[in-house]
């Protein structure tokens, strides 16, 4: 049977609504969907990009955490609510993952929990071994 390890990035939502941040179950690792949540004392990025770059920067931290590397990733998911900035959250996007090539979605939505959130991703991947 695998082991369930939890990955916590601190945000004050993961107590309050009951999540982790990412779960590592066995080789698969499960990022929650991870909205540009600034660091203390920094403010919420206005543009799209500025946006996408910091949900990736903490996908990426909390896929270092588990023991995985953006190679490792082998799926996101975009969830965005403007289409017109699916460009610019591409272009953080392919920054990071333009090598890896994951299987990937872009779903345009109707709002996020923040109204001033443009971008939400999850991304799942797959331990080396």
Not at 14 to 19: L, M, Q, R, T, V
Not at 96 to 108: K, L, N
Request: glycine letters at 8%; proline letters at 7%; charged letters at 25%.
């Amino acid at each position: 049977m695998n082991q369930r390890t939890r990955v916590s990035s601190g945000s004050p939502y993961e107590p309050e609504i009951g999540f982790s941040r990412a779960i590592v179950d066995g080789r698969h690792v499960h990022v929650s969907g991870t909205a540009p949540i600034p660091r203390q004392g920094e403010p919420v990025a206005l543009d799209a990009y500025g946006q996408a770059h910091r949900c990736l920067e903490i996908i990426l931290e909390a896929l270092r955490e588990a023991g995985a590397e953006p190679e490792h990733v082998v799926r996101t998911r975009t969830f965005l609510v403007d289409v017109d900035d699916w460009r610019e959250i591409g272009r953080a996007h392919g920054e990071v993952f333009s090598a890896v090539r994951p299987a990937s979605t872009m779903v345009v939505v109707a709002g996020l929990l923040d109204p001033a959130w443009k971008v939400e991703i999850e991304a799942d991947a797959l331990l080396p071994g």
